[in-house]
T-cell receptor, first 110, second 115 residues
Framework: SQQGEEDPQALSIQEGENATMNCSYK?????LQWYRQNSGRGLVHLIL?????REKHSGRLRVTLDTSKKSSSLLITASRAADTASYFC??????????FGAGTTVTVRA | SAVISQKPSRDICQRGTSLTIQCQVD?????MFWYRQQPGQSLTLIAT?????????ESGFVIDKFPISRPNLTFSTLTVSNMSPEDSSIYLC????????????FGPGTRLLVL
């Protein structure tokens, strides 16, 4: 079942700007992951942050996790047109079953 | 990394019929998962398919509607039975990677439209 909520639902930014999206969840987690989906195709894993981590970086991606608030954020810096996609957070309670958030649709304008 | 293929990639079906979706992985994995993504929505886990045992279904999904087979460690099928337009969705299979920093590889999905 879904337990994540994401905001905003949609985000439109200019190329070069940063994009920030947030995710909240309800139950305890082992880790939280962010995925990207282009035009209804398969999901691409972006980054995973474990429950005992607070911040993680990967290239232009920065993820934070606040387990006390049951929330996470994904920051994409210096956005590109190729970053246009839907972004989903997903929580894993430790059994590899993922519970996905509603998703944020990001449009990067050239 | 695991390479996952799904067949068919898309299909248009008539209501009342059934469609079987295949998921093939290029390595042996114990666990495989099936997800549904309804139009404009997020992904919802349908069931876990383990080789050698019955699939375990999430709340809201039943075996009669979504029978699953798992004949070996590289292959699984999901059947969408007695379809209605509400079954129009993308169906994706996934497998754990067991690699540090990553937990799931997803197939490309099967886009189903039921008329």
């Amino acid at each position: 079942s879904q337990q994540g909520e994401e905001d905003p639902q949609a985000l439109s930014i200019q190329e070069g700007e940063n994009a920030t999206m947030n995710c909240s969840y309800k139950t305890s987690i082992n880790n939280l992951q962010w995925y990207r989906q282009n035009s209804g195709r398969g999901l691409v894993h972006l980054i995973l942050i474990r429950s005992n981590e607070r911040e993680k970086h990967s290239g232009r991606l920065r993820v934070t996790l606040d387990t006390s608030k049951k929330s996470s954020s994904l920051l994409i810096t210096a956005s590109r047109a190729a970053d246009t996609a839907s972004y989903f957070c997903a929580t894993d309670g430790g059994d590899y079953k993922l519970s996905f958030g509603a998703g944020t649709t990001v449009t990067v304008r050239a | 990394s695991a390479v996952i293929s799904q067949k068919p990639s898309r299909d248009i079906c008539q209501r009342g019929t059934s469609l079987t979706i295949q998921c093939q992985v290029d390595s042996q994995v114990t666990m495989m998962f099936w997800y549904r993504q309804q139009p404009g929505q997020s992904l919802t886990l349908i069931a876990t398919a383990n080789q050698g045992s019955e699939a375990t279904y999430e709340s809201g999904f039943v075996i009669d509607k979504f029978p699953i087979s798992r004949p070996n460690l590289t292959f699984s099928t999901l059947t969408v039975s007695n379809m209605s337009p509400e079954d129009s969705s993308i169906y994706l299979c996934s497998v754990p990677s067991y690699r540090v920093g990553e937990t799931q590889y997803f197939g490309p999905g099967t886009r189903l439209l039921v008329l």
